[in-house]
């Protein structure tokens, strides 16, 4: 009998995990995507859901466990209900040996089932060899998977940049924004790139830059820290260079401002840096 044969009028909290941005192009990992598959298991097998924890953008290595505040919260208020819910066993042990067995034995203290929907046969509880042997077998299966799907990604964002002479995917900076597919050109934001630009060859320090755009917004809703504002300034795409990886291609559509600027910028950035030191 499969477990899910015996969980009928149970109440379960599911967990998500994200290593990358919300908006992702890992499709095979993604928030959305475990959300409804997630959702769907346990509908399909009579499953109350009582909550729902989501970590985004948090790795599953070891030294990032005491980041997932989610994760955490999630075992701190589990209390009454009966079980947790999660795509597989990489979203919610992780890759980390650490972390897969905090996260295992946390689990058992609570005396909790945790149901993976991509393999209901897994099971904490089990200290057969065996079991423990195909448990952590299933586990380095899993993050297999994923390393494989990363590293297909890897090279077709490569081949994009190469071909298209255009960003692979991924979430991109301020002043750009996805149209089917194809990376353009957001003239809505294009305004706030140019003067944080323009801004900066005049003197101003990042500091100071973040501090004049948030109190006179000019695209309203966006407020910028000083760390995300000079990482923009060191960006080379806003002078038309798209870079992935080691591949690196020139393409002016996407220019927003000159190398001229581009240029007098980073000697401004360099000169206050040794001043800080």
């Avoid at 301020?174 to 005049?202: A, C, Q």
């Avoid at 002016?252 to 581009?262: A, G, I, M, P, R």
Wanted: hydrophobic fraction near 30%; proline fraction near 1%; aromatic fraction near 8%.
């Amino acid at each position: 009998m499969k477990k899910s044969d015996e969980i009928n009028n149970k109440t379960a909290v599911l967990y998500y995990r994200t290593s990358g941005q919300i908006h992702s192009s890992n499709r095979s990992f993604g928030y959305e995507t475990q959300k409804s598959m997630c959702r769907k298991w346990c509908q399909d097998n009579g499953v109350t859901i009582v909550g729902e924890y989501f970590s985004d953008g948090i790795s599953g290595s070891d030294e990032y466990l005491e980041r997932d505040d989610q994760l955490i919260q999630m075992l701190g208020e589990i209390n009454g209900t009966d079980m947790i819910v999660s795509l597989n066993s990489s979203r919610i042990c992780g890759r980390g040996s650490y972390r897969q067995a905090w996260v295992t034995r946390e689990i058992r203290k609570l005396k909790k089932q945790l149901m993976l929907v991509e393999n209901e046969s897994f099971d904490i509880y089990n200290d057969d060899p065996t079991q423990v042997m195909m448990n952590t077998i299933i586990g380095a299966v899993d993050v297999f998977q994923k390393m494989e799907i990363s590293l297909k990604l890897h090279r077709s964002r490569r081949e994009k940049v190469k071909k298209e002479k255009s960003r692979g995917g991924s979430r991109l900076p301020l002043g750009f924004r996805w149209d089917n597919g194809k990376m353009v050109i957001d003239h809505e934001t294009k305004p706030l790139v140019e003067e944080i630009f323009r801004l900066s060859m005049n003197g101003l320090s990042n500091q100071a830059i973040s501090d004049k755009i948030n109190a006179e917004p000019i695209v309203e809703g966006i407020k910028l820290n000083n760390v995300r504002i000079g990482n923009m300034l060191r960006n080379k795409i806003y002078t038309g260079v798209v870079e992935y990886g080691s591949q690196e291609v020139e393409n002016n559509e996407f220019e927003l401002v000159s190398k001229v600027v581009f240029g007098k910028v980073q000697a401004g950035l360099n000169r206050r840096s040794k001043r800080g030191k």
